[in-house]
């Protein structure tokens, strides 16, 4: 079983930058595939992106991409969430999730929150206009 916590969240202008941390405990990140999820109010739990165990794969949701990227440190058992022309519709709670490596080959998967077995428990990033 492996714990993971969120950092990084806090209050930023539109139009800035923020980097958020996922740092895990029990276990080693590097075999599992890591999401990042995110829940506004009143909104249903969704997908921002996911790098896989190894890396290699990386998928976004359309309405993030080209503003974040994902990168993990295996050695330091964390993965990074780095965001960029933030807009106030990115406001919201965001969650880092792991899941094994083998249950997973799609983005449909991916980005499917059943797809986790371990969450966070979030950290609140505030856009401001």
């Known amino acids: 079983q492996v714990q993971v916590v969120e950092s990084g969240g806090g209050l930023v202008q539109t139009g800035g930058s923020l980097r958020l941390s996922c740092a895990a405990s029990?276990?080693?990140?590097?075999?599992?595939?890591m999401g990042w999820f995110r829940q506004a109010p009143g909104k249903q739990r969704e997908f921002v992106g996911v790098?896989?165990?190894?890396?290699?794969?990386?998928d976004y949701a359309d309405s993030v991409k080209g503003r974040v990227t994902l990168s993990r440190d295996n050695a330091k058992n964390t993965m990074y969430l780095q965001m960029s022309s933030l807009k106030p519709e990115d406001t919201a709670v965001y969650y880092c999730?792991?899941?094994?490596?083998?249950?997973?080959?799609?983005?449909?998967?991916?980005?499917?929150?059943?797809?986790?077995?371990?969450w966070g428990q979030g950290t609140q990033v505030t856009v401001s206009s």
């Open positions: 999730a792991a899941g094994p490596n083998y249950r997973c080959s799609g983005y449909g998967c991916y980005s499917r929150p059943s797809s986790y077995d371990y």
């Open positions: 790098i896989s165990w190894s890396g290699n794969r990386l």
């Open positions: 029990g276990r080693t990140l590097s075999i599992y595939d």
